[in-house]
């Protein structure tokens, strides 16, 4: 072999092993990416797709035809594994887990599916498996660890949904970093305007005055911590934010002469 035959083929090694180093490199580096400028509805428009062709304006999901374009879901699933939520702003930040929380947990009901109940699931809400940003989480640990802890949002509660009736609405828009505290507001007066999470009722009492009853969502009794900010104000004074202000100025006028009850929670499946 002659001179320029060593030097062209110790050339184009060089230059193979320096092409397959920035590739192993650059490929490390996509496990775990930013949003690299884009914006948060930009992170989300698959999951925003998959809500609208599959959830009806009650909240209630098309699980058959979801099942059969599933490839669409783990999709999003992929982009939020491989999406740092720490580079987003605080509004970036809760909608991404908001989401993350609620396609996780249509996922699971897929891998399950046909089930009547997301209680049929074992060990539904401490499995350990769904992934964002690179790390494994329980749903447990999106809820209680991080949304309710990190961020002290009790509208988070009329957000993220259990694939149950006695959920709040799942929505079928994603939540995104500029419209979240629009979302959440809006989200608190559809959960307030439902028969299934809030009642309001006068009935007569047994001497002779009238009773304001209202009857509340468990969710507001089982997170009355987040609602009451820590129990130093009571549940209704959060509620009244969000209720229908004829019945506001009501529940204002009874004063003392008011009673809370309980609804029963529906666990069947949010099925369309």
């Avoid at 988070?156 to 828009?173: D, T, Y």
């Amino acid at each position: 072999m002659n001179i320029q035959r060593i030097i062209q083929t110790y050339t184009a090694t060089f230059l193979l092993a320096g092409c397959g180093a920035a590739d192993s490199s650059q490929e490390g580096a996509q496990d775990i990416s930013t949003t690299g400028g884009s914006s948060s509805a930009d992170l989300h428009m698959v999951w925003d797709d998959i809500l609208q062709k599959h959830v009806d304006q009650e909240g209630l999901v098309d699980y058959k035809s979801l099942k059969r374009s599933q490839g669409r879901l783990d999709e999003y699933l992929s982009l939020l594994a491989r999406t740092d939520p720490v580079a987003l702003s605080n509004s970036g930040k809760l909608a991404y887990w908001i989401n993350a929380y609620n396609a996780f947990t249509l996922k699971l009901i897929l891998d399950h599916y046909p089930v009547k109940s997301i209680k049929d699931i074992p060990r539904r809400w401490e499995i350990k498996e769904w992934v964002a940003g690179g790390q494994k989480y329980s749903l447990n640990q999106i809820e209680h660890e991080i949304l309710r802890k990190d961020f002290e949002e009790p509208r988070i509660h009329f957000a993220i949904v259990c694939a149950s009736i006695g959920c709040p609405n799942l929505w079928n828009r994603a939540f995104t970093e500029d419209d979240i505290d629009d979302q959440l507001d809006q989200a608190g007066k559809t959960f307030f305007a439902s028969p299934k999470h809030f009642r309001f009722e006068t009935r007569k009492s047994a001497f002779g005055g009238d009773v304001v009853v209202l009857s509340l969502s468990k969710i507001l009794k089982w997170f009355k911590e987040d609602f009451t900010n820590g129990g130093k104000t009571p549940v209704m004074d959060f509620a009244m934010q969000y209720v229908d202000s004829s019945v506001a100025k009501k529940i204002s006028q009874a004063g003392n002469s008011i009673k809370i009850k309980y609804l029963s929670y529906d666990w069947d499946l949010n099925e369309k």
